[in-house]
């Protein structure tokens, strides 16, 4: 089994910055792509921002100047810096990763979700 456990979520005013961690464990050979996803009551999950394994990023429109992913693929961790927050950056944040586990099959894994709420 994978499990992620993301951490840093909290409540900051608008302007202000937060910092996600998402670590990723258990029984895998690799991780290909990793990211940040985000949901708020009433609207659709969004992808915030991907970083594949050899460090190509995908910011969304709405984050791109903003936020910033990374990982550290030594750690099985993926980041997500996020400065100059607004009101509308609330949210529950999930990571995902893309996992290759035995046979060379590819797995997609959540995590559990960490609350970033920007008050303004």
């Known amino acids: 089994q994978v499990q992620l456990v993301e951490s840093g979520g909290g409540l900051v005013q608008a302007g202000g910055s937060l910092r996600l961690s998402c670590v990723a464990s258990g029984d895998f050979f690799k991780i290909n792509r990793m990211g940040w996803y985000r949901e708020s009551p009433g609207k659709q999950r969004e992808m915030v921002a991907t970083i594949t394994s050899g460090g190509s990023e995908n910011l969304g429109d709405s984050v791109k100047g903003r936020f910033t992913v990374s990982r550290d693929s030594a750690k099985n961790t993926v980041y997500l810096q996020m400065d100059k927050l607004k009101p509308e950056d609330t949210a529950v944040y999930y990571c995902?990763?893309?996992?290759?586990?035995?046979?060379?099959?590819?797995?997609?894994?959540w995590g559990q979700g960490t609350q970033v709420t920007v008050s303004s």
């Open positions: 995902k990763a893309e996992v290759v586990r035995s046979g060379s099959f590819t797995f997609q894994y």
